[in-house]
């Protein structure tokens, strides 16, 4: 089959490496057109994919079946939609989701229990580690009464203010933290 005098696999070829180079265009500047506005049912990345296994399936069909174009066309798009829909369902849906939940807010630091690593002198400054399930967060601290805190000592954070967690020596029983 021809479409304006060009064989429908060439025109299968040439959809596939142009929709291939707005992929990696998006890649490098996607973050522009998400922050002109959502655009959840017209989402570039399955538009271009769609685009990509359509292109794709039709291509490889047209070289190795002796189907009718028509045929090939509306499996393409089948099979594309299906493609398409595990791409969203299975890898984009649940990549948005776990990127919101990796970080952390100085504000859910309040009431955590960590570790002073340097040392807290009266009226001062020192360091503090808190261990989670997302990694290990070193923040400055200060006792909450300016008191002195030794290094390797369990504090738990009661406040922070400008970057610096307010805190004060804590004691538990490390048996009970285990259940």
């Known amino acids: 089959m021809t479409l304006f005098d060009v064989p429908i696999d060439t025109i299968y070829l ?6 291939g180079i707005l992929i990696v265009i998006f890649l490098f ?7 002109i506005g959502d655009m959840s049912f017209l989402n570039p990345v399955l538009i271009l994919a769609f685009i ?15 189907l009718n174009s028509v045929i090939i066309i509306a499996l393409s798009a089948a099979i594309a939609f299906i493609l398409d829909v595990f791409l ?8 948005a989701s776990a990127e919101e939940s990796l970080g952390y807010t100085e504000e859910s630091l309040k009431g955590k229990v960590g570790k002073i690593i340097t040392p807290v002198p009266e009226n001062g400054f020192g360091e503090l580690i ?15 009464e300016n008191k002195f805190i030794a290094a390797g000592e369990n504090v738990l954070v009661l406040g922070l203010k400008n970057g610096v967690l307010y805190v004060e020596p804590y004691e538990y029983d490390q048996l009970n933290e285990r259940f």
């Not at 500047?29 to 922050?35: C, R, S």
Request: glycine share 8%; proline share 4%.
């Open 14 to 19: 040439y959809t596939f490496i142009i929709a």
């Open 130 to 144: 808190i261990e989670s399930k997302f990694g290990t967060i070193t923040k400055p601290a200060t006792h909450i």
């Open 52 to 66: 990509v296994f359509f292109s794709t399936s039709g291509y490889v069909f047209e070289k190795i079946t002796s």
């Open 29 to 35: 500047f996607g973050d522009i057109l998400e922050g």
């Open 88 to 95: 969203n369902v299975f890898i984009l849906i649940p990549l």
